[in-house]
């Protein structure tokens, strides 16, 4: 359905987890491609992708092959989780409480709050990083309030601007980053630029395994961004158009940070190999990155004021949260992050990458369950009314089958681990790569599947369900 919407949305936009009515739907799935192409272009993903060959001591080629694996196969599962926005129309994570219940939905809207709201912080510690090294007189702590100030008045104006802003950046940072390659390429400071490090099994499984959960960590929030697009919009376009933008836009990031850091001497800090290896245009570099991250940090923001305004309205059932109340909540989760992020340690970023890789083994069962729902179980059909109710309406305050399976899909995992919590004895035997992401998606998805199928009852909601996605 085209409405005026399409063409003269609001700036700020109005809804918050509520289901966005046909009238208000507006954007094209091309807009998918730039905001994921565009916002995986930044400093989190380069110092991400720099670890391949950093810690796991890959060289340069097989570096760059368990990049592209990695960021393949997790784009499937992330792209897959965005086609479900515009069908559903509403926010990723109270969705989930058609699969899990009003009630049991909370474990997870949780977790991937926790989530957000580290990348949030984590972030900002890099713009904070990018503006210092930049603008040398403005210390590191005054660079993470100005990033997180900025970051704010993106997210409370909210979808609309967010979009814009990616759209613009994906030329831009492009061009950027295109430039930067072609500089170190032709200015490399190291002898041992292809020859340092070598393949070894350990070290790429755990480099693909980075890539696939840097994927898979934005499928609690990806619908969020195409749940404004026209309900009509084919599911393959927006699977297709969100798939390239995210895949191309963080394998280009991921590879930069591991050619900066081959290209420069041992032991360097990421973002400074990035700044010595783009010699005199390495301060136009920082200005992008900067910008970048200012921008997608929006994103996190976001996410984490939804999860939020999702854990209070599932107590609080008769509140209608606006878009004051987002900004709100804005202010508040930044404030915090804020105060977090200056008293942060030297080894900030480590300890978030080290704290995902954590959160990603309670995430990964959560993504095999929605998927299985939406597209096995469900096909897309869904009692939005119900969704919002106290009671969970048809779908109830918990789904046994639900939790069941997502128990199950955490303990499997725990032999494959290798967090800094725990290593798990085959991880360790295998000299530390983690496979339990893998052994997560295989074993949960057949088991909720199956479990699905055999209750009666279940069946029955689901039959009383079909005229979904109706207010």
Partial sequence: MVTAATTSAPLIEKHTIG???????????????????????????IVTGALGVQMFHLNLVWGIVAILVGHLVGGVLMALHSAQGPQMGIPQMIQSRAQFGSLGALLVVLIAGVMYIGFFASNIVLAGKSLHGVVDSVPVPVGIVIGALGSGIIGIIGY?????????????????IVLGFGYIFTHVQTADF???????????LATVSLAALWQIAFAPYVSDYSRYLPANVPVAATFWTTYLGTVLGSSLSFIFGAVAVLAT????????AVKLATGSIGPLMLVLFLLSVISHNALNL?????????????????????????????VIVLAACCFAAVGASANFIGHF???????????????????????????????IGSIFKVDGGIYGRYNPQALLAYAIGIIVQIPFMNTP?????????????????????????????????????????????????SM
């Fill in 421 to 469: 919590l725990y290593v798990g004895p085959i991880s360790e035997h295998i000299n530390g790569a983690d496979l339990s992401w893998i052994v997560g998606l295989l074993i949960t998805s057949p088991l909720y599947y199956w479990l699905a199928n055999r209750d009666s009852a279940y069946k029955r909601r689901l039959s009383t369900g079909k005229l979904a996605n």
């Fill in 194 to 204: 292809l020859t340092r490090g070598s393949f070894n099994l350990s070290g790429w």
């Fill in 302 to 330: 976001y996410g984490a004021v939804l999860s939020l305004i999702t854990l209070v309205q599932t107590f609080a059932y008769r509140w209608i949260p606006t878009a004051k109340s987002r900004a709100v909540l804005s």
């Fill in 160 to 176: 609309r601007f967010i979009h814009v802003l990616n759209r613009i950046g994906t030329w831009v940072l492009g061009a950027g």
């Fill in 353 to 383: 990458v080290d704290m995902v890789l954590v959160l990603l083994v309670v995430l990964v069962p959560w993504t095999a369950i929605n998927l299985i729902d939406f597209y096995a179980i469900h096909k897309g059909q869904y009692d």
């Fill in 19 to 45: 289901y966005v009515p046909p009238e208000d739907r507006h954007g094209k799935t091309r807009d998918l491609f730039t905001l994921w192409f565009g916002g995986n272009i930044a400093p989190l993903p």
């Fill in 265 to 272: 001497p041992v032991g360097m800090d990421t973002m400074d």
